[in-house]
């Protein structure tokens, strides 16, 4: 499968006003910065849609790659049970001794001694495996079930600069906890029809968690993937997404490419893969944009 220019990573002052896949002109992204030596306080990004099969854990593992290409300590937290973050890694779900489920619900476990380093500088992976699926039903009746993940970041939090949660398809209690955990949230939306309808229940979830538990949680974008600009479909649903949410929607657009697939099965993420890649640059370029909006991060 051919794949389509990407917009360039930096627009030029005179190139300013130049129209990218969204219908807005593309902004002038800086040249990330390596953070500031000093103490470190994570910043918390849960990438969340109820629907399966749009992009979240593809991102979580690529943004957080190019994160770490800027010098950035990122920490990526599989919070789905079907365990694809962790695959999607080289790690096999089924041979862990322990994952986030024995962190949360296990007395006296140090995430520390669960957490592994992946095949990129920099990134670190906080694995899981089906077992967190009976997580859901054991932490009803748990106290402060829903701060349960918040307490499992705690000791690391000044260890990471950026920590991305890859959440479970669902609006159930695993993602609660994410939304509580989290300073910000990216809803990757896939450029289909039906997938927009999801996007209001999405809304009023996290609407709830921020009156009830997590006032300081921010939705930090939408994120449109796997786009195809041949197709007359994908165009006109990616021009009613920013009718609907404007400024909202990332201006990095997340085109579809074979090279996405053969990432998961060789175990690592595209920018190592296929460097020189449209998708190794597409989340270069999301990467800046996401420093841009959290102001360096």
Do not use: W
Request: charged share 20%; with cysteine; glycine share 8%.
């Amino acid at each position: 499968m051919s794949e389509e220019p990407l917009f360039a990573t930096e627009v030029p002052p005179e190139q300013a006003e130049e129209l990218g896949p969204t219908g807005r002109p593309l902004p002038v992204l800086p040249e990330p910065v390596p953070p500031a030596d000093g103490p470190k306080h994570a910043l918390i990004i849960a990438m969340c849609n109820q629907k399966g099969g749009v992009g979240k854990t593809t991102t979580t593992i690529n943004l957080g790659a190019a994160l770490a290409e800027t010098g950035r300590r990122v920490l990526l937290v599989d919070f789905d049970p079907q365990g694809s973050l962790s695959v999607g890694l080289g790690v096999n779900p089924h041979t862990l001794d322990r994952s986030i489920y024995n962190v949360m619900l296990g007395r006296g476990v140090d995430v520390h001694d669960v957490i592994l380093e992946s095949v990129t500088p920099n990134m670190d992976i906080l694995p899981a495996n089906i077992d967190l699926s009976a997580a859901e039903v054991q932490l009803v009746s748990e106290v402060a079930r829903e701060q349960t993940l918040r307490r499992v970041l705690k000791p690391v939090r000044g260890e990471y600069d950026v920590i991305l949660i890859d959440c479970a398809p669902s609006l159930g209690l695993l993602t609660v906890n994410a939304l509580t955990a989290a300073d910000q949230v990216i809803m990757p939306l896939e450029l289909e029809f039906f997938a927009l309808r999801g996007i209001a229940l999405l809304t009023d979830t996290i609407e709830k968690v921020q009156e009830r538990l997590n006032p300081d949680l921010q939705v930090l974008g939408i994120l449109a993937t796997m786009y195809d600009g041949r197709t007359v479909h994908s165009r006109e649903v990616l021009q009613r997404v920013v009718e609907a949410f404007g400024d909202q929607v990332f201006h990095t657009v997340i085109r579809r490419t074979i090279k996405f697939p053969e990432t998961t099965v060789a175990g690592e993420p595209i920018t190592s893969y296929a460097p020189a890649s449209a998708g190794a640059g597409a989340y270069r370029t999301l990467a800046r944009e996401v420093l841009a909006r959290c102001h360096g991060a």
